[in-house]
């Protein structure tokens, strides 16, 4: 029996309230450009709302104008949602706290991931959405899902409980010296240079 080889989320589609309250939080609040909608060919009396997450895949909404928002919090059991996450810019996460408390919308604060770095609060239906913020770019040719296996393997070998900003360092420079050939006998870090 050969795999089903997954190549990427192609969409993610949650069931929303009304119309205009997934475009004010999809498009207003995170700032996914709102780029199509259709009725839902499942259920004629709901619409299909297309969000663009920034990398060109799709968030989409199922609404329905007889819904409203109810924004105690969605289930976590099993088989359940825990959480939606999304990509920020360093710069746009250094200032998310900010903007949050600007719009009164309750959060986490920041958290330390030793990998990256998280802030957590709810859409109006009660979805728990996290901004999360690598702490470093991968080498050219690699992904960040290369260096974190990377990482992992450094962290492991050592004993530590989780992936820190040391293992992600000496994960890429590993990375790299495999990666990219040298005219050098010796690659080895010189003193004091």
């Known amino acids: 029996m050969q795999k089903l080889q997954s190549q990427g989320v192609h969409h993610i589609t ?5 119309r205009q309250t997934s475009i004010d939080f999809w498009e207003g ?5 709102f780029i199509f909608e259709q009725p839902n060919l499942d259920k004629a009396s ?3 709302l297309y969000f663009d997450p920034g990398d060109g895949r799709l968030i989409t909404i ?3 104008e007889e819904r409203r928002p109810d924004p105690e919090r969605t289930s976590t059991g099993i088989g359940c949602v825990h959480h939606i996450a999304f990509n920020v810019a360093r710069v746009t996460f250094l200032q998310a706290v900010e903007r949050l408390d600007e719009r009164k ?3 986490s604060g920041v958290k330390d991931r030793g990998f990256m770095d998280s802030i957590y609060f709810q859409d109006p239906l009660g979805l728990l959405i996290e901004l999360a913020s690598y702490r470093f770019e991968p080498p050219h040719g690699f992904t960040h899902a290369d260096v974190l296996m990377e990482a ?4 492991v070998a050592r ?3 989780n992936i820190a900003e040391i293992h992600l360092a000496d994960a890429i420079e590993a990375m790299i010296k495999r990666s990219r050939a040298s005219l050098s006998d010796d690659r080895s870090a010189k003193d004091p240079y």
Not at 14 to 18: F, I, P, Q, R
Not at 152 to 155: A, E, I, K, Q, S
């Open 14 to 18: 949650l069931v929303g309230a009304d």
């Open 152 to 155: 992992h393997g450094v962290r």
């Open 29 to 33: 609040v995170l700032g996914m450009p």
């Open 62 to 64: 199922f609404t329905d």
């Open 105 to 107: 919308i309750n959060h």
């Open 46 to 48: 709901e619409s299909h």
């Open 159 to 161: 004993g530590d409980y």
